[in-house]
């Protein structure tokens, strides 16, 4: 089994809780990417959140606030799911579709962040064709707090 170091995207694009999040629109858009993972700092590249484009959608746009004021500590999302770089691949992607995660954030022992895996990074780095298939089902799957408003 591969391990996630193998798998991951290392060096992720990160932002600071600090910044707008016009500006972690931007870089979503320019990485060609759905989140952002959030750093305590520069420095300690220590992971605090993550900011996703479902979280813009939902939490600014949405709610008719404004990106380029409302700062990307006020939507990110600060409960995280991580693994390890030394991890089985499959730790991860069980840990995505239990918890329906599109993508994982990989983290050292020291939780700085040092790569992340997407669903993409699963389906094509990794020859399991089946996991895979099963992985985005559980991850794509409805659960009834999504129809409440209906």
Known sequence: MKKCSEVMTKNPACCLPS?????AAQWMKR???GS????ESEQSKKLIGI???RDLALKVVADGRD??????ADVMTRTIITCHADD?????VDAMAKNQLRRIPVVDSESKIVGIIAQADVATRVDQPEGTARMVK?????????FKNL
């Open 67 to 72: 990106a380029k004021t409302t700062k990307v």
């Open 88 to 92: 089985d691949v499959q730790k991860a």
């Open 31 to 33: 990485e060609n990417v």
């Open 51 to 53: 900011v996703t484009d």
């Open 138 to 146: 559980d991850i794509s799957r409805p659960t009834t707090k999504n």
């Open 19 to 23: 910044d707008a999040v016009s500006q």
């Open 36 to 39: 952002i993972p959030v750093i």
